[in-house]
């Protein structure tokens, strides 16, 4: 009802406005609008994939709407597109040349998941899942406090999944947006911005009672993000600068999600570990949501020439972030109470969390002389926690058992610095070289523990030259090394169960040598005829990591072609993109399995890597004087993933098993038809065909739609996609005014 009232809001003003300027004598009305209907042929069943993020009607549709009114003075347009589905865009456009201006933007933005997703639980309200509560306890009896009888009590919730029932996974944003600008006077100009959009469906969620004990229920969004600006900007010849503040304000419905197990109604007091493993200790499970923030940025920003071949610009800005909702309990578990007297209260009211961000930028550019040029700049960006300090006394573990150590929350704050300089030397009228230097790094600190500073040098050469009309060619290569301050060169030890010691960093901060090449040759042999060549490979090489991620590289190939014959074009497109990755792990003792080994032959190796091959092409040929055209397009993409294990022999277990085929691989096709004939200058029509295809094989993907209870003492929601091949014909008018 909302979209149908903005429309035709928008159409009144529209159709009013030639009346209302009917003493224009220069008022010129144009326009467009777009009609058609379609058949969509699903060969293999309904896929969300498909309409992932739009609708294609199965009948008519109303495409488009375009109406612009301009005289000497003003300019006013409404747009529509796709009135009246879950897709659908307008726009109002509003221009006094010179005094004011206004654009209106209205969005709808389907996101859809799955058409296939089933579960046993009902939403009892939002947020609120539940089973019925003589199945949980049926289960609870057979399964006992200490888990004894799991095999017949996953038979029977086998049993009962089979009358799980439909539920919808998809969400649909709606965003609006408005754009003032308003001159106040010559060199000055007020601007404000405001967006609105609003999030509201189901998504798949993971919701875990235990280690073993997994369940994917949909998660209920209700959110909504607004974001403001107003800034006042002032231009003159040498200068300009706007300065103005930035709020924005994030909020949800939903503070918490709340879930029963299948496995328990009543609480209890954990008997032991196995509680935890099996998630039989509470009767529900709590999660936190992402809980209602605001912020607020104040900003500057300059231009100015100060000499005659040199400017400066200059950007400073301060943020402040803060949250304050309310804190959920510990636990939901009323059984936790022995272990701890306050389980089941929060640890303070509100989370009194807050950040300050501040950022500065500065950049030069000048023209030394005719043929070379410097530029240079520096960056800063602070962001300084100032969260009250939490102190709690331990912790429960997915609301089935309380661990008694006590911990002070520590907040991260960090600072990233650059800087860079590079100078471009223009050879003769045809070639410059360019040669440069940056400087990047991060220091962080959580609580009060220094977590130390990474810094990266980087080095890079580039030259474009075309030396003919016909030929252009640009390659680009850097070489980059990342320090990281702490001791041991850089590296860092964390220690494990068993007190042994690890060079083991987390990949954004561990030393990294990096080097990277570009190369784009551009061919023009004939006014008619181009090519397009773009090669790129970027080699990463963490060789301080001794386990975590050990290299990654990079490497990519493309071609275009590009062919014209009087009104016919002709084009055709190649890509190869590989990525590969190595990382390591030590393994635990076999037995017991909670001891990090102290042996090298238990290291295990895995080596990820992703193929991609991506061409097509296609053609426009015009007929009848060009009243007539032919469109042909075809498109083909293939992503293989691979994995290879590898683990030393004598290793405990040795016991690395390939796969006899690859991770998975995915397949996506288009092609299309289309021919436009041109009845006037006014009228025209389209007619044609297009066809779809995807295929997805995954060594983890299941087409059992929810009953995994037996594979792994879980159950899903069965959301897993099926492929498509989808045919799609339509019909088209478009009348131009």
């Given amino acids: 009802m909302k979209t149908t009232r903005a429309f035709w809001a928008m159409v009144v003003v529209v159709l009013l406005a030639p009346s209302l300027c009917a003493q224009e004598p220069d008022l010129q009305v144009t326009g467009e609008a777009a009609i058609g209907a379609n058949d969509v042929n699903a060969k293999d069943g309904e896929a969300a994939r498909f309409y992932e993020y739009r609708e294609i009607p199965d009948g008519l549709e109303f495409s488009l709407f375009d109406i612009r009114l301009k005289t000497a003075d003003y300019y006013l347009r409404l747009k529509a597109e796709d009135a009246g589905q879950s897709d659908e865009r307008y726009d109002l456009a509003y221009n006094r040349y010179g005094k004011f201006r206004l654009d209106y ?40 406090d200490n888990g004894t009888n799991l095999p017949q009590a996953m038979d029977v919730l086998s049993d009962a999944l089979a009358n799980a029932h439909g539920t919808p996974l998809g969400l649909e944003r709606r965003r609006q947006e408005l754009d003032v600008d308003y001159s106040l006077s010559a060199p000055m100009t007020l601007s404000l911005h405001y967006q609105d959009e609003s999030k509201e469906g189901y998504r798949a969620i993971g919701a875990p009672l235990g280690f073993g004990n997994v369940i994917e229920l949909p998660e209920t969004v209700d959110q909504n993000t607004r974001q403001g600006e107003i800034k006042l900007s002032y231009a003159k010849k040498n200068m300009s600068m706007d300065f103005g503040i ?35 200790g509470s009767g529900a499970g709590q999660m936190a949501l992402a809980p209602n923030n605001e912020a607020a940025r104040y900003f500057f920003n300059g231009s100015f020439k100060v000499l005659k071949t040199t400017r400066i610009r200059a950007s400073l800005s301060y ?43 500065i950049t030069l550019h000048s023209a030394i002389t005719r043929s070379l040029a410097l530029n240079a700049g520096y960056t800063y960006y602070d962001y300084d926690d100032a969260s009250e300090a939490l102190s709690i006394p331990g912790h429960a573990i997915l609301d089935q058992n309380w661990v008694d ?76 090394d990342r320090d990281w301050s702490l001791e041991n060169g850089g590296n860092v030890v964390y220690p494990v169960r068993n007190d042994a010691l690890f060079a083991f960093r987390r990949y954004h901060e561990a030393e990294r040598e990096r080097e990277e090449l570009t190369l784009n040759l551009t061919l023009m042999p004939m006014d008619n005829l181009g090519f397009s060549f773009i090669y790129l490979t970027a080699l990463n090489d963490y060789e301080q990591s001794q386990y975590g991620l050990e290299s990654d590289d990079h490497r990519s190939f493309s071609f275009d072609a590009n062919y014209t014959l009087g009104k016919h074009n002709f084009y055709a497109f190649y890509g190869e993109e590989e990525n590969e990755g190595l990382q390591s792990a030590r393994q635990t003792t076999f037995p017991p399995h909670d001891v990090i080994s102290n042996d090298p032959l238990n290291d295990w190796t895995a080596i990820l890597a992703d193929d991609t091959t991506t061409y097509g092409g296609g053609l426009d040929l015009a007929f009848m004087n060009d009243r007539m055209h032919l469109n042909l397009s075809y498109s083909y993409s293939k992503t293989d993933g691979k994995l290879l294990l590898s683990s030393p022999e004598g290793g405990n277990p040795d016991a690395a098993i390939n796969f006899t085929e690859g991770l998975d691989s995915t397949e996506y096709t288009v092609a299309k038809a289309q021919l436009i004939y041109k009845f006037n200058d006014r009228l025209k029509m389209s007619i044609g065909e297009w066809y779809e295809e995807y295929t997805l094989d995954d060594i983890f993907r299941s087409d059992i739609e929810v009953d995994m209870v037996h594979e792994g003492y879980a159950f899903y929601l069965g959301a897993s996609d099926p492929d498509y091949k989808y045919l799609v014909s339509f019909v088209q008018l478009i009348y131009s005014w």
Avoid at 114 to 138: F, I, K, M, N, R
Avoid at 246 to 266: H, Q, V
Avoid at 324 to 348: F, I, K, M, Q
Wanted: aromatic share 12%; charged share 20%.
């Fill in 105 to 144: 933007r209205w969005d709808r933005i389907p996101h859809n998941f799955s058409y296939g997703a089933v579960t046993p639980y009902t939403e009892a309200s939002p947020g609120v899942w539940t089973l019925p509560d003589g199945l949980q306890s049926q289960l609870q009896g057979i399964l006992g």
């Fill in 246 to 280: 930035a709020p924005s304000e994030f909020e949800n419905s939903l503070s918490r999600m709340l879930w029963d197990n299948p496995y328990r109604l009543t609480d209890q007091t954990p008997p032991g570990k196995l509680t935890y493993l099996l998630g039989n």
């Fill in 405 to 480: 150590e006590p911990m002070d929350i520590g907040y991260l704050s960090y600072t990233r610095e650059s800087y860079y300089a590079n100078l471009a030397w223009t050879v003769w009228n045809f070639t410059t070289i360019e040669g440069g230097y940056k400087s990047k790094s991060m220091e962080r600190e959580r609580g009060d523990d220094y977590e130390g500073k990474n810094t990266e040098d980087i080095l890079y050469l580039a030259a474009t030259t075309a030396p003919l009309d016909w030929l252009s060619f640009r390659g680009t290569y850097s070489v980059s």
């Fill in 319 to 361: 943020t402040q972030l803060t949250q304050d909702a309310d804190l959920l309990p510990y636990t939901v578990n009323t059984g936790l109470e022995e272990a701890y007297a306050g389980a089941l209260s929060a640890p303070r009211e509100t989370a009194d969390l807050g950040a300050d961000i501040a950022n500065a930028a």
